[in-house]
């Protein structure tokens, strides 16, 4: 890496303002914004791609992982999105497998009218900052950079960009030499109802056994009734939030993409054909930011309770080994809180995280980040902003008691 650094001097255009702005559309981000226009704030989302939904989308990742609380938000889109899966209660499990083509076209639809303005193809470059307080981000757009200001920005994009920009100290992967969980390309297959030529291009790899394969394990989904196969399968060593490691991902997956699919058409599934691949890798795991309280596998395990409580899982500890080997680290859980804290950067204020970047160790956030618990984090996020703007407080100063309050109105139910 070459350690020159060059100082850039430009005047950016204001191109639009509101009370709450969010980086990022993943699950986190949209639910964030429909909470926050739910509370009467005007609400913009900054999406890089041209498409919501962030991993379920984008990377493929099209199962819900069960996370013992349906509820908020997320109970609504199964509700409206997924009606045969929704539970009688919402203190049920369920994994249900969708089309992420679907879910695009409802995430589009249901932004637009909660009123959410979304900007697609918007990059996060830079916080704007004012002293210690966030008052707005710098975008990377169509049209060049453009300057979006508010009362109170939270970062979803899963990495923590808009957080660490802003001085926020972040942190990565294990404690004990920063690896984070590997990256994987998640693929489709689908069933033509006879068989077909195994296909293997040049420069791929002929895996003979279960053993050989990256993860070492079969991993795929078949319950959508329609033939599709859903694949989990790849596995690359790095961190998604570094360059080289996700150069080097990409070109990786994508040759054991076509090396797992030619493996299950000469085994288990003989009559289908690979019918879509992610646009991009799944990242597992990036940065984590210093919050003013950071969630640990005690907590987990124990089956921790918090009076700031904003999203409670009981998914499981979940860790694809950090060194690219194939082993994966899976341990069941009761159930347990996280706390509004996790949420706050220390020290910056007009600044919420939510996703999978909250302030969580490696063990923790690798239950935490599936994204039935990153739309309940999201919600939380969107209302706290909001109830900043209406009070005219720093967002570490909302009362918890109200939060909870507007919370229950949107739906969301606490196991106690």
Known sequence: MNSKNIMMHQTVPVYDVADVIIVGGGPAGTAAAISA?????????????GQLGGMGTLGNVSIFMGVGNVTGIYREIIAEFLPAALPSTHHESIWPQYSPFELRLYLNE???????????????????????????????????????ESDVVIDCTGDARAASDAGVPVRSGREEDGLTQPMTLMFMMQDTGKP????????????????????GRLLHWSTMGDGTLLVNMTRVKGNGAKIEDINYAEKELLRQVFSVAYFLQ???????????????????????????????????????????????????????????????????????????????PKEIDGLLVAGRSISATH??????RV??????????????????????????DISIARLHERLAEQGVVFVT
């Open 196 to 215: 077909v030529r195994p296909y293997l291009p040049e420069g791929c790899y002929r895996y003979e056994s279960i053993e050989q394969l990256p993860q």
């Open 37 to 49: 226009a739910r509370c009467g704030r005007k609400t913009i989302l900054l999406e890089h791609s």
């Open 371 to 396: 994204q039935a618990t990153c739309y309940a984090l999201g919600q939380a996020a969107g209302i706290a902003a909001a109830l900043a703007v209406e009070a005219g407080v720093s967002v570490a």
């Open 363 to 368: 063990v923790a956030m690798s239950s935490m």
């Open 266 to 344: 000469r085994t288990s599934h003989p009559n289908h054909i690979l019918s879509h691949i992610a646009g991009q890798a799944g990242v597992r795991e990036t940065n984590q930011i210093e919050g003013r309280y950071t969630l640990t596998e005690d907590d987990l395990t124990s089956g921790r309770r918090f009076d700031d409580v904003v999203a409670q899982t009981n998914y499981e500890i979940d860790i694809h080994n950090p060194t690219g080997d194939a082993h994966t680290d899976e341990r069941k859980l009761d159930g347990y809180d996280i706390p509004y804290r996790c949420m706050l």
């Open 110 to 148: 249901k932004l637009e009218k909660e009123g959410v303005k979304v900007y697609y193809h918007t990059s996060f470059v830079s916080v704007i900052k004012e002293s210690k307080r966030v008052t707005g981000v710098i975008a990377n757009t169509r049209e060049g950079l453009r300057a979006f």
